[in-house]
């Protein structure tokens, strides 16, 4: 005869097992992709190039579409920026009027309900009180030389402040070092799997592909091109972390992995679509900005803004794309500002040393009063 106590136990562990795999299949469900699906032929057939679109995704990002108003473009005579303000490091090659417009447009692209304040000091908008300031500057920098040194993946489209802030202080899509949980058990080993993420759409493939890859210069090729290894000794965890990073890219995109590979031979640059090339110099782009523009402004943001390894906020292929193939569905917003974000980057003095305000002239002594009369 079974201990009743011991049988009640039983069935509330099982009872409660069953609650908990119901609310994990519910969750996964919900996380799947419905029908109807809309498949697009973008090769021959029986090649494995068909693009696969959601309708109601596609119509959720459909609003991207709806950019700021662009101001006209202002007039490139006149005073110089530099000439008629102070503590001017970037931009002061423009012209007041172009210097304004853009502020303007900055303050609409980035933060349209703080305005100004939200990186300039008010009362002396000289003064670098503000840390959004400084960094403000190597952003118009990173812009610029996006625009000018980067066209082998934006073309000629470009990109503004607004492509990554979409009208918020601190852009939707950014990453920092992630450490993972910690391990457990004297026999389990940190390999940075089996921590399912949304990052790698709730697989258990490693939890942080974007360090070793975006951060990084680590070896993302991985597949061979014999059935036994020969000279690729990659191993099949390397294979993962790869995996890891195009499902990345796949969903910052909102493609498919034949939008730039063709599935019957992922190796094959020959047999793969142009779009495989504009990622390829993507890919070193990041690197470039996280490595060169974001991770050294890590002495400017405040402990709040800094992951918890104290690391910078970082971009990926999201921080842009937002979802879409092209950002913005190829809206160009640099067309009008050219002369302003087109680049190269110009600085007329140090982006992050303190600036000291010149001293006050001294009061004009007033002249002695007048001997009076006799």
Known sequence: MSDPIFSGIRRGFLLLFVVASALVAARQITRMEHPPVIGVQRGFRGTG?????????????????????????ADPDGLK???????????????????????????????????????????????????????ARRMLQMTQNINANWQTHVKTTGVTCYTCHRGKPVPEYIWFNNPGPAAKGIAETQTGMAHPTELVGDSALPYDPLTPFLEQDNNIR???????????????????????????????????????????????????????????YGIRMVRDLNNHYL???????????????????????????????????????????????????????????????????????EPPPASPQK
């Not at 014999?226 to 969903?251: D, F, G, H, P, R």
């Open 295 to 365: 991770d050294p402004l890590g002495v400017v943001f405040p402990a709040a803004r800094k992951g918890v390894l104290g690391d910078s906020p970082k971009v990926y292929c999201a921080t842009c794309h937002q979802g879409v193939y092209k950002p913005l569905f190829g809206i160009s917003m640099l067309t009008t500002f050219k002369t302003e974000l087109g680049g190269p980057p110009v600085t007329t003095a140090p982006l992050m040393a303190p600036y000291n305000p010149p001293p006050e002239p001294p009061p004009v002594a």
């Open 222 to 280: 991985v597949q061979g091109a014999t059935a036994l290894a020969t000279t690729n000794l990659s191993s099949m965890k390397q294979a993962e972390w790869t995996y890891a990073l195009m499902m990345v890219i796949t969903k910052s995109l909102g493609v498919n992995c034949d939008y730039c590979h063709n599935t019957r031979a992922l190796r094959d640059w020959s047999q793969s679509t142009p779009q495989r090339v504009t990622a390829w």
């Open 81 to 135: 920026a530099s000439e008629a303000y102070k503590n001017v490091r970037v931009l002061g090659n423009l012209s007041v009027g172009q210097f304004t417009r853009l502020m303007v447009s900055m303050a609409t692209w980035v933060a349209p309900e703080q305005g100004c304040s939200y990186c300039h000091n008010l009362d002396n908008m000289a003064l670098d009180t503000n840390y959004t300031k400084v960094v």
């Open 49 to 73: 190039l068909v693009q696969l679109y959601n309708p109601r995704t596609f119509a959720a990002l459909s609003s991207q579409t709806d950019i700021p108003p662009i101001l006209d473009p």
